[in-house]
């Protein structure tokens, strides 16, 4: 179709009758308000008038933009008209209806250019439909969503249908990611003093079972039974539940000293899966162009492997500090008691020497313990610690670390895990493993800043 246009008098013209209604309406809720409560009485009825006169408005502008560009633009060769079928398509100024002319062929099938000229044939809703749906989504639940949207913004639209748009277009933005389309926002260059500091952890997340499913699916047939309908289901084998009531997703972050600059991606996958992650997004980042490199997490071994193996230009791989003094608090415990003064001095006394002297010298604080503990409890809570510390010996290094300004806490990993997979982890919340990663594939865009671009590109995509 070729680009034709209206112009501003075609348009006032057919607002004409329109703007005359909802002046009628106007006038009529603020002339039966009562005194003393004429903002009370009105504001309802005026917002609701102006919804319908807006989405009519937006309804007859697309019509007579239509009607010009079916006017000018010639009749696709070789096909046959099939006539007029109307649509609608859900947008943020309402449900518009829109009449189209159709064509078919028996080598092309049917074509409707019309719907490809409005930008409709790949979605029901709006970009901005989508958008807000993915926004009101993100700290609340899709019933919250669905209520929150009919209040505030005039859409009605079933908790189901905003489930469903929010994890389609989670998966979309995995989908982006996975092909390079959807990148970070900044690169190592743009970070403060070009420092990139890395953090991964896991997390646990709340899975449907199988037994959970079945016992949906007979509480959902006894219901419909019960009411007389039939089941809406596709055909086809019923997805599969979880093997497990939880299991471990993982969050990679990277982000700069001052936090102005944050990225942050998840994954459902294993610790091979987030490697992968971790290599891809590090490209991105640039972070080979880093002046100062490094990675701040809880010590886990598989965490430590990826690093090694994915990011070998790293500067240094630290042991978050708190994570360590847990394990001192721990095993101070087991020593002395939990709650006792004898047991905060201990763990006081060796926090203070590995944070001013390094774990080398707590390892050696800790021989005359155990020494004099030769068996039981006592004896394997210091040597777990004497094990966990002694192969993170080149991770605890902390005096060498602070002098060179490092960061040796995780808080930031840790928050984002928690931010990630809050909306995942709610009371009563079960999910389908590939639904939660799409709702925090969500969650991560939001965080790492990149929300309006995303929304930026679909809206140029439609």
């Known amino acids: 179709m070729e680009n034709k ?5 075609e348009l006032e013209a057919a607002w004409t009758e329109d703007i005359h209604r909802l002046a009628e309406k106007v006038a009529e809720a603020m002339n039966s308000a009562s005194p003393g409560r004429i903002i009370a009485d009105s504001e309802e009825r005026v917002r609701d008038a102006n919804a319908e006169f807006r989405q009519q408005l937006f309804e007859k502008a697309l019509g007579l933009l239509q009607n010009r560009q079916e006017a000018f633009s010639p009749r696709p ?6 006539g007029q079928q109307t649509t609608t398509h859900q947008t943020v100024n309402g449900r518009v209806r829109v009449s189209r002319t159709v064509y078919w062929s028996a080598q092309r099938g049917t074509m409707i250019p019309t719907d490809r000229w409005l930008g409709i ?123 497990g009531e939880y299991k471990e997703f993982k969050v990679l972050s990277f982000y700069d000293p001052d936090k102005s ?83 905060e001095n201990w763990r006081e006394d060796l926090m203070g020497c590995v944070w001013e002297q390094g774990s080398l010298v707590m390892l050696h604080r800790l021989d005359p313990y155990l020494r004099r503990h030769r068996g039981g409890a006592k004896r394997e809570a210091l040597e777990l610690l004497r094990n966990y510390v002694g192969k993170r010996v080149a991770m605890t290094d902390y005096p060498t670390f602070r002098a060179l300004g490092y960061d040796c806490g995780s808080g930031p990993t840790e928050s984002l895990c928690g931010t990630l997979t809050d909306r995942l982890k709610g009371s009563g919340m079960r999910w389908d493993k590939d639904n939660a990663e799409s709702v925090m594939a969500l969650a991560a865009l939001y965080h790492s800043g990149l929300w309006q671009t995303y929304w930026k590109a679909q809206r140029a995509a439609a």
């Open 5 to 9: 246009c209206v112009t501003a008098e």
């Open 77 to 82: 060769s070789g096909l046959r008209n099939k």
């Open 121 to 243: 044939v790949d979605h029901r809703f709006s970009p901005g439909v989508r958008e807000m749906c993915c926004r009101q989504s993100l700290h609340g639940s899709f019933e919250v969503a669905s209520e929150t949207l009919r209040r505030t913004a005039q859409l009605s639209l079933s908790d189901g249908t905003i489930r469903r748009i929010v994890e389609t277009q989670g998966r979309a933005v995995l989908a982006a990611q996975r092909r390079g389309s959807l990148r970070p926002g900044f690169t190592a260059s743009d970070c403060t003093e070009k420092t990139i500091i890395s953090g991964t952890d896991g997390v646990m997340v709340p899975l449907v079972t199988e037994q959970q499913k079945r016992k949906r699916r007979q509480a959902e047939a006894t219901k419909r039974a019960r009411e007389g309908r039939g089941s809406t289901a596709r055909p086809g084998r019923p997805r599969k539940g979880s093997d």
């Open 261 to 343: 600059h944050c990225h942050v991606v998840g994954t459902a996958g294993n610790h091979e899966a987030l490697g992968r992650l971790m290599r891809r997004e590090a490209g991105y980042l640039q972070i080979g162009q880093a002046k100062i490199k490094y990675a701040v997490t809880d010590g886990a071994e598989w965490i430590a492997n990826q690093y090694r193996w994915q990011l070998p230009m790293l500067d240094e791989h630290i042991l978050d500090y708190y994570h360590l003094r847990e394990h001192v608090v721990k095993t101070s415990h087991v020593l002395y008691g939990e709650g006792t003064k004898k047991a």
